[in-house]
């Protein structure tokens, strides 16, 4: 079955640096997703992404954030100055253009540590 | 805002009891409802979802889900569990839009 596939597993860095967490997306799947989980806490949506743009993101994905598609099958999530309560899980998803929204294929996520 | 609402935090049950986890959501409109597992160390999967029909949906390892649009609610069931259901179960809804509100997440632990 074919997988949403993130990188890496597991960033460690440093507060104030930048990170950028990967997604390779399922090829056919058209909407893109990333979410994140805070140790203990709900699924948090981050942001979507739709024909090259963001269609809709929540207040947690201030400026700090990004994303971007830039070859056409990596999907990824940048944050230009990572802070202590960054650290979480994310997670990248995808769907088929002709599945419901909401009915997500995830990624194994990232594990993301501030120190 | 929509908002969903999942009543118990920890379940812990033996092997061979039923199981119901309660969800409720706050939207008025037509909603896709989801009901995902987490297994200890993996990712999120889709258990089953339920988008229009009959309102008894059944998903994969036995579970089944129930919609009551009279009560807002999408509790998730299984007749007898197995200690591989050991895991945390997050309900989930969509209203349509691109963004999908995921419950706090409930705990369940099946005792061998």
């Keep these: 079955e074919p997988e949403v596939t993130q990188t890496p597993s597991h960033q460690v860095t440093q507060m104030g640096q930048e990170v950028i967490l990967r997604c390779v997306p399922i090829s056919n799947h058209l909407y893109f997703y990333w979410y994140r989980q805070i140790l203990g806490q709900k699924v948090e949506f981050l942001v979507s992404f739709y024909n090259n743009e963001i269609s809709e993101k929540s207040e947690i994905f201030d400026d700090q954030f ?14 230009r100055s990572t802070k202590l309560e960054d650290s979480a899980m994310y997670f990248c998803a995808s769907r088929a253009p002709d599945r419901i929204p909401g009915g997500y294929t995830f990624g194994s996520g990232t594990r993301l540590t501030v120190v | 805002a929509q908002s969903v609402s999942q009543h118990n935090h920890h379940v812990i049950l033996s092997e061979a009891a039923s199981l ?3 969800c409720n959501y706050s939207y008025g ?12 160390g993996q990712h999120l999967q889709l ?9 008894l949906v059944k998903g994969i390892k036995g579970f089944e889900a129930e919609f009551i649009k009279s009560k ?15 895991a945390e179960y997050f309900c989930a809804v969509n209203a349509g839009g691109f963004k999908t509100i995921f419950g706090a997440g409930t705990r369940l632990f099946v005792k061998a």
């Design chain 1, 66 to 79: 990004s994303v971007e598609r830039p070859d056409g099958s990596n999907f990824t999530l940048k944050i």
């Design chain 2, 20 to 22: 119901e986890l309660g």
């Design chain 2, 29 to 40: 409109g037509t909603v896709n409802l989801f009901w995902y597992v987490q297994y200890p």
């Design chain 2, 47 to 55: 258990l089953l979802k339920y988008f229009s029909g009959d309102p």
């Design chain 2, 72 to 86: 807002f609610s999408f509790n998730l069931r299984k007749p007898s569990v197995q200690w591989s259901d050991t």
